[in-house]
């Protein structure tokens, strides 16, 4: 599910970069905010902050990294395992038969006996969008969209205790889901496709 801010070696959580540079923790959730795709407005609000004081949070640790923008940054922070990236590829789909951990219902099912649900089509500036089937858990009373879940392989990575292949039915407990980003994620997906 994206991106996972990692604690570091300074007592805040943050990280002292060659014995004496400190980034904050609080800087680095700054940062986290906006690669996650926040605006400054937007994530201010989130961190109960000022937008000053959350632009002057992401500066700093663009500047302590001695990066030359944003992008530049968050290269550099999964470098140096500020950031965890996880093995996710939902734009470019499932493989069928991959295992999908259900985010919502803690479930898993093979990618391809998610159900389509048809999206409705709409219009902007003058052109219309039909957007693809979005794909759903297939557990009863579930319908959480399967690319915010987890690939099997990648709970396995997490968490060497689970099987190689998950039965069907049963709840997994994974208490390594980042819970801001999980909150995130579905305040997007609800503005992209509940909001038009
Ligand atoms: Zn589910």
């Known amino acids: ?43 201010a609000e989130h961190m109960g902050i000022g937008v000053n004081t959350y632009r002057n949070h992401v500066y700093a640790v663009m500047k302590k990294l001695r990066a030359g923008n944003r992008a530049n940054a968050l290269l550099i922070a999964i470098e140096n395992g500020m950031f965890e990236v ?22 898993a099912f093979p990618a391809e006996e998610a159900i389509g649900v048809e999206q409705e089509s709409f219009i902007v500036d003058h052109v219309l969008i039909e957007p693809p089937p979005e794909r759903i858990c297939p557990y009863t009373g579930c319908g959480a969209g399967v690319w915010e879940g987890w ?46």
Request: proline content about 4%.
């Open 151 to 196: 690939s099997w392989s990648e709970v396995r990575e997490m968490d060497s205790n689970m099987p190689e292949i998950p039965d069907r039915d049963k709840v997994y407990k994974v208490t390594w889901l980042n819970k801001k980003a999980e909150e995130f994620i579905e305040m997007k997906r609800k503005e992209t496709y509940e909001g038009k």
């Open 1 to 43: 599910m994206g991106l996972k801010q990692i604690r570091g070696n300074a007592p805040d959580g943050g990280y002292i970069i060659n014995g004496e540079i400190h980034i904050s923790y609080r800087a680095l959730e700054a940062f986290y905010l906006s690669a996650v795709g926040m605006n400054n407005e937007e994530a």
């Open 86 to 107: 996880s093995g996710h590829h939902f734009l470019l789909g499932w493989s069928p038969e991959e295992w999908v951990l259900c985010w919502k219902c803690n479930r």
